[in-house]
């Protein structure tokens, strides 16, 4: 996923949005590449905290279907 190596900014925020709802309308679209979308949400610095919220529904919602690969909890809690 080539979101992990830019920075953060709007247009990458927009992005991430897209894809996390895209995420939640189909999750078993996304079972053999989540790995990399789990990496390219860790690079964030400093994610809004809606964006935040987002992540964690996608990994409660990832959890709920038996697939249990986590965020990583520092992008969760906000903390570096």
Do not use: H
């Amino acid at each position: 996923m080539s979101l992990r190596n830019i920075r953060d900014n709007d247009e990458k925020d927009s992005s991430f949005r897209g894809i996390c709802c895209m995420i939640n309308a189909n999750p078993n679209g996304v079972v053999q590449d989540f790995i990399y979308f789990c990496d390219a949400v860790a690079s964030w610095v400093s994610p809004k905290e809606d964006l935040k919220e987002m992540f964690s529904k996608v990994a409660i919602n990832r959890n709920q279907s038996q697939f249990c690969i986590a965020l990583p909890t520092t992008v969760l809690n906000g903390t570096s």
